[in-house]
């Protein structure tokens, strides 16, 4: 498997905020993400874990191991909102 850079990383992150912002407030499987990034699961979960921890997504639902949703946190969205 290759290394990605750390710039690169940043940019698949952005997209991946661009889908759940173009998608609020409907929240979105790892899989549907990792779709519309044209990335397998995993690394989309990487990328959403990592937004997890910067407070710019949260987990929606039950937390099901299998099916995780995802959405934008209300602080997230109104940051966008505001910007576009």
């Known amino acids: 498997m290759s290394r990605i850079s750390a710039e690169n990383f940043q940019r698949i992150a952005e997209a991946a905020l661009g889908v759940l912002v173009e ?3 409907l929240p979105l499987t790892t899989r549907a993400i990792a779709r519309e990034l044209a990335r397998d699961n995993e690394f989309a979960g990487k990328i959403l874990r990592f937004l997890e921890e910067k407070k710019l997504v949260e987990r ?5 191991a299998r099916w995780v949703k995802w959405r934008l946190t209300p602080a997230a969205a109104k940051q966008y909102k505001a910007m576009g």
Do not use: E, Q, S
């Not at 929606?60 to 099901?64: D, N, P, Q, T």
């Open 23 to 25: 998608k609020y407030p």
């Open 60 to 64: 929606a639902g039950k937390g099901y």
